[in-house]
């Protein structure tokens, strides 16, 4: 609990989302919180925000006592050492995502907030896509095992497109070494997370990505990956940056029928009266199948998307409130993202859970090999977490 009636916000990084975030609060749009600072490298990006205090430093931002959480939307290699540096401060912490760009330094983080003396800073990442209420709905209806076991699931969510322009507006845009990943890792982090939320993490993972097959770049853009669990259901997942129109496509078959939720339509279930398992081993018929009903279920709630999260993260703050997106189960969604990239750069099968240390030797790797050669590091945390990689 807080006493306080407001939470006075430093943002790191006022880029394409720290701005957007930035603005939303001067806006008013979330009332129990305050802009306090903000932080960039870019002088040009802070004069936007001439009338708060502004910092090159997220160190000398936090040094400055003016601000009691961060949002950090940096590139994604500076989530890990600025949160040490936010946590190891004392302050709240939210990071947009990914949580950090592999397992291991997933793990950094959350050790070092387990580590935390009590009471915990609130620690939470930017999972607005947990907010939609019909994702919120279908997780409702597997956990009450309304829809039965999971048998299947497909999701092929490809209406990413994105041009030459997008990727060269930035010189670390889509490299090993300033983004680490590409479309894995910055357009479908809400879709794996979504995925672990939903359905859990597979026993095994085999991927094929393609890097650079539509654009003049070193990571993925494209990927298909199949997925298997322990119980012996199976998913498939294909995403791209290079296909236009484009579908975003959920579809999930269990033993009482199916569900699909795709583009912005409603939640469809095709239920069936009985239960598929139950039915095949009863019925004397060799070719019927169980009565299906189609049902548009009900999704109430209002998707709020990222001013729902950033007005939880306050509330959770002043008030104890639970968090929509605990950031600690952030490290499943990067997981399951690095287990299809190695599965395809070891062009094998990968079994979970991941070991983080060969993923991390994996990531030296591909840095080393990178065009992009990365600024040096803003505090000595995170030029520790820079030279872990150059070993």
């Given at each position: 609990?807080?006493?306080?009636?407001?939470?006075?916000?430093?943002?790191?990084?006022?880029?394409?989302?720290?701005?957007?975030?930035?603005?939303?609060?001067?806006?008013?749009?979330?009332?129990?919180?305050?802009?306090?600072?903000?932080?960039?490298?870019?002088?040009?990006?802070?004069?936007?925000?001439?009338?708060?205090?502004?910092?090159?430093?997220?160190?000398?931002?936090?040094?400055?006592?003016?601000?009691?959480?961060?949002?950090?939307?940096?590139?994604?290699?500076?989530?890990?050492?600025?949160?040490?540096?936010?946590?190891?401060?004392?302050?709240?912490?939210?990071?947009?995502?990914?949580?950090?760009?592999?397992?291991?330094?997933?793990?950094?983080?959350?050790?070092?907030?387990?580590?935390?003396?009590?009471?915990?800073?609130?620690?939470?990442?930017?999972?607005?896509?947990?907010?939609?209420?019909?994702?919120?709905?279908?997780?409702?209806?597997?956990?009450?095992?309304?829809?039965?076991?999971?048998?299947?699931?497909?999701w092929i969510?490809?209406?990413?497109?994105?041009?030459?322009?997008?990727?060269?507006?930035?010189?670390?845009?889509?490299?090993?070494?300033?983004?680490?990943?590409?479309?894995?890792?910055?357009?479908?982090?809400?879709?794996?997370?979504?995925?672990?939320?939903?359905?859990?993490?597979?026993?095994?993972?085999?991927?094929?990505?393609?890097?650079?097959?539509?654009?003049?770049?070193?990571?993925?853009?494209?990927?298909?990956?199949?997925?298997?669990?322990?119980?012996?259901?199976?998913?498939v997942f294909?995403?791209?940056?290079?296909?236009?129109?484009?579908?975003?496509?959920?579809?999930?078959?269990?033993?009482?029928?199916?569900?699909?939720?795709?583009?912005?339509?409603?939640?469809?279930?095709?239920?069936?009266?009985?239960?598929?398992?139950?039915?095949?081993?009863?019925?004397?018929?060799?070719?019927?199948?169980?009565?299906?009903?189609?049902?548009?279920?009900?999704?109430p709630g209002?998707?709020?998307?990222?001013?729902?999260?950033?007005?939880?993260?306050?509330?959770?703050?002043?008030?104890?409130?639970?968090?929509?997106?605990?950031?600690?189960?952030?490290?499943?969604?990067?997981?399951?993202?690095?287990?299809?990239?190695?599965?395809?750069?070891?062009?094998?099968?990968?079994?979970?859970?991941?070991?983080?240390?060969?993923?991390?030797?994996?990531?030296?790797?591909?840095?080393?090999?990178?065009?992009?050669?990365?600024?040096?590091?803003?505090?000595?945390?995170?030029?520790?977490?820079?030279?872990?990689?150059?070993?």
């Amino acid at each position: 609990m807080n006493a306080k009636s407001v939470v006075r916000l430093g943002i790191v990084g006022v880029g394409n989302m720290g701005s957007a975030h930035a603005n939303a609060i001067l806006e008013r749009k979330v009332p129990r919180l305050e802009l306090a600072a903000v932080c960039d490298r870019d002088p040009a990006r802070l004069a936007r925000f001439a009338a708060i205090p502004g910092f090159a430093s997220h160190l000398e931002m936090l040094a400055s006592g003016l601000v009691d959480a961060v949002l950090i939307a940096t590139p994604h290699y500076d989530h890990t050492g600025i949160g040490l540096d936010v946590l190891a401060a004392g302050k709240h912490l939210l990071v947009e995502k990914p949580l950090s760009v592999h397992k291991a330094d997933c793990e950094r983080l959350i050790r070092a907030w387990q580590k935390h003396p009590e009471p915990r800073p609130v620690f939470a990442e930017m999972f607005n896509q947990r907010t939609d209420p019909r994702y919120a709905k279908l997780r409702q209806l597997i956990q009450t095992g309304e829809l039965g076991a999971i048998r299947r699931i497909n999701w092929i969510i490809t209406d990413w497109f994105r041009t030459e322009a997008y990727y060269a507006s930035g010189g670390w845009r889509a490299t090993w070494a300033g983004e680490g990943g590409g479309v894995l890792m910055n357009q479908c982090p809400h879709q794996l997370d979504l995925w672990q939320w939903l359905f859990g993490l597979p026993a095994k993972v085999r991927a094929h990505c393609q890097f650079g097959r539509f654009h003049a770049i070193e990571v993925e853009d494209a990927c298909t990956a199949y997925l298997e669990y322990a119980d012996g259901a199976t998913g498939v997942f294909i995403t791209t940056t290079g296909e236009s129109p484009g579908t975003n496509r959920l579809e999930v078959a269990g033993e009482r029928g199916r569900i699909v939720i795709e583009g912005p339509g409603p939640l469809t279930w095709i239920r069936n009266q009985v239960p598929m398992s139950e039915f095949s081993q009863t019925t004397k018929a060799a070719f019927d199948r169980p009565e299906a009903w189609k049902v548009e279920v009900p999704c109430p709630g209002a998707n709020g998307q990222h001013l729902e999260i950033l007005r939880n993260f306050a509330d959770a703050i002043l008030a104890g409130a639970p968090l929509i997106g605990p950031a600690p189960e952030g490290v499943h969604g990067v997981e399951l993202g690095n287990a299809m990239l190695m599965s395809a750069l070891w062009d094998r099968t990968v079994a979970l859970p991941l070991d983080a240390a060969a993923v991390a030797v994996e990531y030296q790797r591909l840095i080393a090999s990178s065009r992009h050669k990365p600024e040096p590091a803003a505090s000595a945390i995170a030029s520790d977490f820079a030279a872990s990689h150059r070993r």
